[in-house]
């Protein structure tokens, strides 16, 4: 029997009735890894003796009778969190030789919850990417298409899902970083609220591993299910033990509903900063028209919507100034000339030399945005849109991402604005769960995500978990094999 395409949940209860190892599972990963990555690139970093090591330790831990939530299931991790032992470079040449002594404190959640970690997963040069490639591991391709980007940056993450190497993955999530890749491979993500996983080690390596509040960046979970990824984010959650001085776990709380007729959903699929492209389009109305069959109550527009152009635009401010903090820029005189329009090419231009003043202000904006979404939180339960206008798109290495261009149904527009969808719930810290809404018409995944409440997560989760037979759910690639 094949269990490369089971559910952690599945493969959990499999090795509680004996009907199969740690040991085989992680044996068949690491075949499946070694047969069909050498095109896809997912695994930049095996590491599979330590695995291999750790199954048969979860094998004697289970034979004693310990009983932990991902005990024996083989996951990944991606590059940018730090493994003991292993190198995290983020890509970037100059630290290819940076090993980090400690884990990460998601990676010893994982190991503490039992997992088998496989090994660490592709990222792009920084994190910096909607794409993912970079000059120490090459390029991650598509599962579904090779000639096309898994998107990034947790794009090596989703791809190994897609491919069947390991149940679980962890990435993080700025621009997307997790709902991109899940939409572009057909597989699932959350991005969890603001604050509610410690990221502590997951940090460039030019930098210490010491405790932090980001701005905008959260660590989270990617399965090839809903319940999956619920079972992980009650690992993943929690703050830093060093910031509380005690392991401390949060209580989150209970979906808003429990059936699906019972929920009260906003659709949205226009943007008034980039078009919607028909394939992302369809795949919207799908979840649209899956919701009215369940019986929920679904709108299509509301006056309490927080206005979606001045969140774009707030978002870029605090994306960008953050961004810069960690990467040379081009002079600040020289930025202004070029920023005297009124694109978001100009705000993101205008945003690398933001005064504290103005990221002041644009952090003003964004409280009256989040109090925008409690009240529109009190008429909806989730608000249903895009991630990104397309499905995968193909490689484009030009060196300059700002002179690169994502097409649209035919016409051309600036690379970075595909963002302005993620940045829906990133600016203002929302949970947002990434959900596969079927194909395009040349057989690409296309997913939804849905934004819920803050720390309200348990709600986009139960809604994924609801629609899931009804928009189908995982499938793999061709030459792949589903067993549910």
């Known amino acids: ?16 009735d004996g009907a199969v ?74 630290h290819r030789n940076h090993v980090p002594a400690e884990d990460a404190v998601q990676v010893a959640r994982l190991k503490a919850a039992g997992a088998v970690v496989l090994g660490k997963t592709n990222v792009p040069l920084g994190l910096q990417d909607i794409q993912t490639f970079n000059d ?62 410690a990221v502590r080690g997951m940090v460039p390596p030019s930098e210490p591993a010491l405790p932090v509040e980001p701005d905008l960046a959260v660590a989270g979970p990617m399965a090839r299910s809903a319940r999956d990824l619920s079972l992980l984010l009650d690992v993943m959650a929690g703050p830093d033990p060093l910031t509380f001085g005690v392991a401390h776990r949060v209580t989150l709380p209970p979906a808003r509903h429990e059936r699906l007729g019972d929920f009260r959903v906003l659709v949205l699929d226009e943007h008034p900063c980039i078009p919607t492209g028909a394939a992302v389009r369809a795949g919207v109305h799908r979840v649209a028209d899956a919701l009215a069959d369940g019986g929920a109550r679904v709108g299509r527009h509301s006056c309490l919507l927080p206005d979606p152009a001045e969140a774009a635009t707030l978002y870029m401010q605090l994306l960008i100034s953050g961004s810069v903090a960690r990467f040379p820029i081009e ?11 009124g694109s978001l090419d100009a705000v993101r231009l205008r945003a690398m030399a933001l005064s504290h003043r103005d990221w002041t202000a644009a952090n003003n904006r964004r409280e009256l945005h989040r109090h925008g979404w409690r009240q529109l939180f009190a008429e909806f339960d989730a608000v249903v849109c895009p991630i990104t206008p397309t499905p995968a798109f193909p490689h484009d290495h030009h060196p300059n991402p700002m002179e690169r261009r994502i097409d649209i ?10 963002l302005v969808w993620a940045g829906l719930a990133t600016m ?32 986009p989760l139960r809604l994924a978990e609801l629609l899931e037979p009804k928009l189908g759910g995982f499938r793999a690639p061709e030459g792949g094999r589903r067993l549910s």
């Open 1 to 16: 029997m094949e269990w490369s395409f089971r559910t952690a949940e599945a493969l959990v209860a499999a090795m509680r």
């Open 21 to 94: 190892t740690s040991v085989e599972l992680t044996e068949e990963a690491i075949g499946r890894i070694e047969r069909d990555d050498e095109v896809v690139n997912a695994i930049c970093v095996p590491d599979f003796d330590r695995a291999l090591a750790a199954a048969r330790r979860a094998d004697q831990a289970r034979a004693r009778g310990a009983d932990r939530p991902l005990l024996g299931v083989p996951v990944t991790v991606k590059e940018s969190y730090d493994v003991a032992g292993l190198p995290t470079t983020w890509g970037m040449p100059p």
């Open 136 to 197: 120490i591991y090459g390029t991650t391709t598509n599962p579904w298409d090779p000639a096309r980007t898994p998107g990034g940056s947790s794009g090596g993450s989703a791809a190994a899902l897609a491919c069947g190497f390991g149940a679980l993955s962890i990435g993080s999530d700025l621009a997307g970083s997790l709902r991109t890749p899940a939409h572009f491979c057909g597989v699932y993500a959350h991005k969890p609220t603001l604050g509610l996983a």
């Open 331 to 341: 002079s600040e005189e020289e930025l202004r000339e070029r920023a005297d329009e």
């Open 409 to 418: 149904d035919g016409a051309g527009h600036p690379y970075f604005d595909q």
């Open 428 to 459: 203002p810290g929302l949970p947002a769960t990434a959900v596969p809404a079927g194909r395009s018409p040349e057989g690409l995944p296309v997913g939804v995500q849905l934004v819920g409440p803050m720390f309200e997560d348990r709600t």
